[in-house]
């Protein structure tokens, strides 16, 4: 069956960079685009971006375009979010989502809190 | 970028009523949109595409509705596994964008 999953959660300080994968199994990884999602503590979703999994080439919605870095490794079909020079405000969960609006496969999301 | 206005931001229901969402979109979104359920802890679940397709699995008490800039979502005889958020997505044009969600809660 068609699964994404994700790394677990990440406890990091104001400053500091992080990777969260997120791997596919179960279709063809370079068949369909991954798209990235966040979720602040109690408030709403918001749409990150894509990559195309076939040429790697990303697109950022407009508030994830500086610190933000979508890549894959398609060889071990995971895509990758990195986010450089956290700050408090991308404390939130992240999902990795396959087909937005057209399927229902995410990924479990990741946690991740920024304190100093 | 499209723009998706939600209302309401809370609902409150009791078992067995019906409750409507709507969701406006700044631009004609050609009945791209899509209508996600999330629990708290849990990824979100797809329960209508394309406006009023619902996915396997979904109730045929939940139903959507709309064109052009306004949509409709619908859940009939509220039931208490109801109660949760929900988000309507326009998938028309990239960047996708979310409305900012309603949460239905028990009276």
């Known amino acids: 069956q068609i699964q994404l999953v994700q790394s677990g959660p990440e406890l990091k300080k104001p400053g500091e960079s992080l990777k969260i994968s997120c791997k596919a199994s179960?279709?063809?990884?370079?068949?369909?685009?991954m798209q990235w999602v966040k979720q602040a503590p109690g408030k709403g979703l918001q749409y990150m971006g894509w990559?195309?999994?076939?040429?790697?080439?990303?697109t950022y919605a407009d508030d994830f375009k500086e610190r933000f870095v979508f890549s894959l490794e398609t060889s071990a079909s995971t895509a990758y979010l990195q986010i450089n020079n956290l700050k408090n405000e991308d404390t939130a969960t992240y999902f990795c989502?396959?087909?937005?609006?057209?399927?229902?496969?995410w990924g479990q999301g990741v946690m991740v809190t920024v304190s100093s | 970028d499209i723009q998706m206005t939600q209302s309401p931001p809370s609902l409150s229901a009791s078992l067995g009523d019906k409750v409507t969402i709507t969701c406006q979109a700044s631009?004609?979104?050609?009945?791209?949109i899509a209508w996600y359920q999330q629990k708290p802890g849990k990824a979100p679940r797809l329960l209508i595409r394309y406006t009023s397709t619902l996915e396997s699995g979904t109730p045929s008490r939940f139903s959507g509705s709309g064109s052009g800039r306004d949509y409709s979502f619908s859940i009939s005889n509220v039931e208490s596994e109801d109660i949760a958020s929900y988000y309507c997505l326009q998938y028309v044009n990239l960047p996708y964008t979310f409305g900012a969600g309603t949460k239905l809660e028990l009276k």
């Open positions: 631009q004609n979104i050609n009945k791209y």
């Open positions: 179960g279709y063809t990884f370079t068949d369909y685009a």
């Open positions: 989502a396959r087909e937005l609006g057209r399927s229902d496969y």
């Open positions: 990559i195309n999994t076939q040429t790697g080439k990303p």
